[in-house]
């Protein structure tokens, strides 16, 4: 089973989704509960099988698609990607438990299993053209559920949701073809795999910006950066909920995660070279958003801006170019895909007893529903990064790591910690605190059982990977530092060499003293 784990892993739910057509409506969310769980499991079941020792890609599988093109079928995970892939599942589970009556729930059932094939595939996938195929095709489960399950500029929001993300796209697959040209003319034969375009060195700078900025706008927009953000309050905005946990959990982490896989190791002059320029874009980006999200009246807009600073400081974390920064960028991507997974899942509790998410219209939340009270309270500490819970890890680490390459630009982007707290407590002390001015909110019910169901293993895991971290962090760090040993090795200016450190290199001259 092992050897075939992540083409299970891949087509799964895609096998599962088709067979759901004939599933009973009745049935339909057990059925699509039980797909998730076995898919959760699965993903697991690589954790416990992964070795901890090894920084490479493991669980490899291969097969020729198109030979003459070099175009394969190759998959494979290492530190960097497995937590990614456990993510995508547990947040996948705990999405549908956690899913409300909804119209036509069969259908979005369904769509939601097709979703989670083309996410684990972006993160499995090690040929360029695998991984661009299952890149375009998460955009249309997820046009899908924003504008069959979304409010009511749900087709607007999707639209410009799908445009956005597949003109980036676009120029990205310029840039995958330019560098198989490249492979070509180097070799003779075509291919596609990574592992192959890894054994190049790009030695024209100007070449290596180009093909930089063509998979830099694919990623900025899905991340997205600034100013190509506005495509993601709309999207959230007009969302169903189970679709804002998914995008804000997992769909924003194939921007970060392309960055990771693709950018840094294929270019990693040009990588230095636009170091401080999107540093500048990140601070921006994270003071600028976190400055919208205080304005907004909407808490789940409140929410989708925070979502967007805190994406700022991953991206800040990875362009760092070295282990600390690059580590915490990654667990950065896991804490922020819980926990802002989580507060979506939350607004989406109060929406369905109210149906509105305006912050005028509560006050006194916490007298009425206690429980939900303290996991709201619970998530939006680990939000704004109070030591104990899963976000302060990935922040202090990116930070820490910036901080190796200019302590001012790091002081502005800590003042987002400052300002996020801001927001998010005035945000929880309108909605919670004070009196009950409003008679609707007066006999609210509280968290049921579902409800408890799916939101107390985020609690769980927010405080566990906040307490010790290492389970995870660990075979992060390992994966990071082969992969920054990498970039040092390739790198073709001394400029480069000098700003990416080499930690193996340390590493071997501490073990020897």
Same mark, same amino acid.
């Given at each position: 089973?092992?050897?075939?784990?992540?083409?299970?892993?891949?087509?799964?739910?895609?096998?599962?989704?088709?067979?759901?057509?004939?599933?009973?409506?009745?049935?339909?969310?057990?059925?699509?509960?039980?797909?998730?769980?076995?898919?959760?499991?699965?993903?697991?079941?690589?954790?416990?099988?992964?070795?901890?020792?090894?920084?490479?890609?493991?669980?490899?599988?291969?097969?020729?698609?198109?030979?003459?093109?070099?175009?394969?079928?190759?998959?494979?995970?290492?530190?960097?990607?497995?937590?990614?892939?456990?993510? %995508?599942?547990?947040?996948?589970?705990?999405?549908?438990?956690?899913? &409300?009556?909804?119209?036509?729930?069969?259908?979005?059932? $369904?769509?939601?299993?097709?979703?989670?094939?083309?996410?684990?595939?972006?993160?499995?996938?090690?040929?360029?053209?695998?991984?661009?195929?299952?890149?375009?095709?998460?955009?249309?489960?997820?046009?899908?559920?924003?504008?069959?399950?979304?409010?009511?500029?749900?087709?607007?929001? &999707?639209?410009?949701?799908?445009?956005?993300?597949?003109?980036?796209?676009?120029?990205?697959?310029?840039?995958?073809?330019?560098?198989?040209?490249?492979?070509?003319?180097? %070799?003779?034969?075509?291919?596609?795999?990574?592992?192959?375009?890894?054994?190049?060195?790009?030695?024209?700078?100007?070449?290596?910006?180009?093909?930089?900025?063509?998979?830099?706008?694919?990623?900025?927009?899905?991340?997205?950066?600034?100013?190509?953000? %506005?495509?993601?309050?709309?999207?959230?905005?007009?969302?169903?909920?189970?679709?804002?946990?998914?995008?804000?959990?997992?769909?924003?982490?194939?921007?970060?995660?392309?960055?990771?896989?693709?950018?840094?190791?294929?270019?990693?002059?040009?990588?230095?070279?636009?170091?401080?320029? $999107?540093?500048?874009?990140?601070?921006?980006? $994270?003071?600028?958003?976190?400055?919208?999200?205080?304005?907004?009246?909407?808490?789940?807009?409140?929410?989708?801006?925070?979502?967007?600073?805190?994406?700022?400081?991953?991206?800040?974390?990875?362009?760092?170019?070295?282990?600390?920064?690059?580590?915490?960028?990654?667990?950065?991507?896991?804490?922020?895909?819980?926990?802002?997974?989580?507060?979506?899942?939350?607004?989406?509790?109060?929406?369905?007893?109210?149906?509105?998410?305006?912050?005028?219209?509560?006050?006194?939340?916490?007298?009425?529903?206690?429980?939900?009270? %303290?996991?709201?309270?619970?998530?939006?500490?680990?939000?704004?990064?109070?030591?104990?819970?899963?976000?302060?890890?990935?922040?202090?680490?990116?930070?820490?790591?910036?901080?190796?390459?200019?302590?001012?630009?790091?002081?502005?982007?800590?003042?987002?910690?400052?300002?996020?707290?801001?927001?998010?407590?005035?945000?929880?002390?309108?909605?919670?605190?004070?009196?009950?001015?409003?008679?609707?909110?007066?006999?609210?019910?509280?968290?049921?059982?579902?409800?408890?169901?799916?939101?107390?293993?985020?609690?769980?895991?927010?405080?566990?990977?906040?307490?010790?971290?290492?389970?995870?962090?660990?075979?992060?760090?390992?994966?990071?530092?082969?992969?920054?040993?990498?970039?040092?090795?390739?790198?073709?200016?001394?400029?480069?060499?000098?700003?990416?450190?080499?930690?193996?290199?340390?590493?071997?001259?501490?073990?020897?003293?």
């Amino acid at each position: 089973m092992m050897d075939h784990i992540l083409s299970f892993l891949v087509f799964f739910p895609l096998v599962a989704g088709i067979l759901g057509f004939i599933v009973n409506k009745d049935s339909i969310r057990a059925y699509g509960l039980s797909v998730a769980a076995i898919e959760l499991f699965a993903s697991l079941a690589l954790w416990f099988n992964f070795d901890m020792s090894h920084s490479g890609i493991q669980f490899v599988e291969q097969a020729s698609i198109v030979s003459a093109f070099g175009i394969n079928y190759f998959l494979g995970v290492d530190g960097i990607s497995l937590f990614i892939i456990i993510m %995508t599942t547990f947040m996948t589970f705990i999405a549908l438990l956690g899913l &409300s009556e909804t119209p036509r729930i069969k259908n979005l059932i $369904i769509t939601v299993l097709v979703l989670e094939m083309t996410m684990v595939g972006v993160f499995v996938a090690l040929d360029a053209i695998l991984f661009y195929l299952f890149w375009e095709l998460s955009l249309v489960p997820m046009l899908y559920i924003i504008g069959a399950w979304g409010g009511p500029k749900r087709i607007y929001a &999707s639209i410009k949701f799908f445009l956005y993300t597949f003109t980036g796209s676009l120029i990205m697959l310029v840039g995958m073809i330019y560098i198989a040209h490249m492979y070509y003319t180097l %070799t003779g034969q075509w291919s596609f795999s990574l592992m192959d375009w890894y054994t190049m060195t790009f030695y024209d700078l100007n070449v290596q910006f180009w093909l930089f900025m063509a998979f830099f706008v694919g990623f900025a927009i899905k991340v997205p950066m600034f100013p190509f953000h %506005t495509w993601l309050p709309y999207a959230h905005g007009q969302a169903p909920t189970i679709g804002s946990v998914i995008l804000a959990a997992v769909l924003l982490k194939m921007g970060t995660y392309g960055f990771v896989r693709f950018s840094l190791p294929l270019f990693p002059d040009a990588s230095v070279m636009m170091m401080m320029p $999107i540093a500048v874009i990140s601070v921006i980006m $994270i003071i600028y958003t976190a400055m919208v999200a205080y304005a907004q009246e909407d808490i789940k807009q409140v929410v989708a801006y925070s979502s967007v600073s805190h994406m700022g400081v991953i991206v800040l974390g990875t362009f760092a170019l070295n282990v600390e920064g690059i580590s915490g960028s990654i667990f950065l991507m896991l804490s922020h895909g819980i926990v802002s997974g989580a507060l979506f899942m939350l607004v989406g509790v109060i929406y369905d007893r109210r149906h509105t998410k305006l912050m005028s219209e509560f006050g006194g939340l916490a007298s009425v529903m206690p429980a939900y009270a %303290t996991i709201f309270g619970v998530m939006l500490m680990a939000s704004v990064g109070l030591p104990l819970t899963i976000g302060f890890v990935g922040e202090f680490l990116s930070l820490l790591g910036f901080y190796k390459v200019s302590a001012p630009m790091t002081v502005f982007a800590g003042t987002a910690i400052i300002v996020g707290a801001i927001y998010m407590l005035s945000a929880y002390k309108k909605a919670f605190f004070g009196p009950v001015t409003n008679p609707e909110n007066a006999h609210l019910s509280d968290l049921n059982g579902t409800e408890k169901w799916a939101l107390i293993p985020l609690v769980l895991v927010v405080a566990w990977l906040g307490v010790y971290p290492k389970p995870v962090l660990g075979p992060i760090d390992h994966s990071v530092k082969a992969l920054v040993q990498f970039m040092h090795d390739n790198a073709v200016t001394e400029k480069a060499k000098a700003i990416i450190p080499a930690p193996l290199a340390d590493a071997n001259k501490g073990e020897d003293n």
